[in-house]
């Protein structure tokens, strides 16, 4: 059954469905490209670890807290003769957490591996807080490599995160966008091939580039979204009587509720 949705399902976007989202489409991603590498190539997953504090409060229960009890006060006598219980002191820890998020190497497989172009699906802990520094800090690792990079963000909520620079963006595209993917091929130093994506629209068909000599291959993320829905437990966990998060605006649920409407 797919999404009521012409292209991304607005729904999807918050934490408690998102996880299984990334992780679903991470595997159909990988696995469309290893049907269609050529020889030489491979699409291997392997994962990012990012130590989340307290403070992401974008993240739904990534906080630890321990609490540690005191001695207990002495009490202390009052003028009449009774007993004054003093407060003890109560101290509370919080602690980073460590989150592992997948992501997808695209890599050579004959001699000595190299890593040819990396694929990321962006989460709500790429776009926010210590999780989104950590991120920017690998994405400017790939960007000086010889690495291509290509990054796919369907979240609304958060920070701009994907390569290209959003205030330039905003100034060459005079369109509006909700979702973005971003590709940075090696070697082309500030050059950037974008496809901004409105709510209404279908999601775009992109390239994965390969070593010089070789085609891009082409990646149709709309079919893949549709597989990543109907594969995955969406139809039976999303409740679409309730608002989405983050929240649409009033024309845009207007829109989905005529996409909703049965039939």
């Not at 630890?64 to 509370?92: D, H, K, M, Q, W």
């Not at 997948?102 to 890599?107: A, E």
């Not at 992109?206 to 082409?218: A, K, R, Y």
Request: glycine fraction near 6%; charged fraction near 20%.
């Amino acid at each position: 059954m797919p999404s009521p949705f012409p292209g991304m399902d607005p729904w999807l976007e918050s934490p408690e469905h998102w996880h299984n989202v990334h992780q679903i489409l991470i595997t159909l991603i990988a696995s469309e490209l290893n049907r269609t590498l050529p020889e030489g190539f491979a699409a291997t997953i392997d994962e990012n670890v990012y130590l989340i504090s307290p403070d992401d409060r974008f993240l739904p229960d990534v906080a630890i807290l321990r609490t540690n009890n005191f001695a207990t006060a002495p009490n202390l006598p009052t003028a009449s003769g009774g007993l004054l219980v003093a407060t003890a002191p109560f101290e509370i820890i919080e602690e980073a957490e460590e989150v592992r998020e997948p992501f997808i190497k695209v890599v050579t497989t004959q001699g000595k591996r190299h890593v040819v172009t990396v694929i990321e699906v962006l989460s709500p802990i790429n776009k926010t807080g210590a999780g989104r520094e950590q991120y920017r800090k690998k994405q400017l690792d790939i960007l000086e490599s010889a690495a291509h990079l290509l990054e796919i963000d369907f979240l609304r909520g958060g920070q701009h995160t994907v390569a290209v620079d959003q205030t330039s963006l905003i100034a060459q595209y005079r369109g509006f966008w909700n979702y973005l993917v971003c590709l940075h091929r090696a070697g082309v130093g500030s050059r950037y091939t974008c496809w901004p994506i409105a709510l209404a629209d279908l999601l775009p068909i992109v390239f994965v580039p390969l070593t010089v000599g070789s085609n891009d291959i082409v990646l149709d993320l709309g079919a893949l979204f549709i597989r990543c829905y109907d594969e995955g437990p969406f139809r039976r966990t999303v409740d679409y009587s309730q608002p989405p998060a983050p929240r649409l605006k009033p024309s845009e649920m207007t829109w989905a509720a005529e996409w909703l409407k049965p039939g």
